[in-house]
């Protein structure tokens, strides 16, 4: 993550969450099921909950900053 973030941090949105490799989420996959029916507890549904709070926390930020620009 250090070696992608230096490299490409100024150019994109680098997210600190992870999303692990996991069997469970193929899994799901096929089973025509989200992470969330299939296996809600487990470490790769955590990861995208997270994920989920770290994105909606960046628009949120965004959308303040947008708006904090707009009423000057």
């Given at each position: 993550?250090?070696?992608?973030?230096?490299?490409?941090?100024?150019?994109?949105?680098?997210?600190?969450?992870?999303?692990?490799?996991?069997?469970?989420?193929?899994?799901?996959?096929?089973?025509?099921?989200?992470?969330y029916?299939?296996?809600?507890?487990?470490?790769?549904?955590?990861?995208?909950?997270?994920?989920?709070?770290?994105?909606?926390?960046?628009?949120?930020k965004?959308?303040?900053?947008?708006?904090?620009?707009?009423?000057?």
């Amino acid at each position: 993550l250090g070696d992608v973030y230096k490299r490409q941090g100024k150019h994109i949105r680098i997210f600190k969450t992870v999303i692990p490799v996991a069997i469970t989420a193929a899994e799901c996959s096929a089973a025509g099921k989200s992470i969330y029916e299939y296996d809600k507890n487990g470490t790769v549904a955590k990861a995208y909950a997270e994920f989920t709070r770290e994105v909606i926390q960046c628009g949120e930020k965004q959308r303040n900053k947008h708006e904090s620009s707009l009423s000057r």
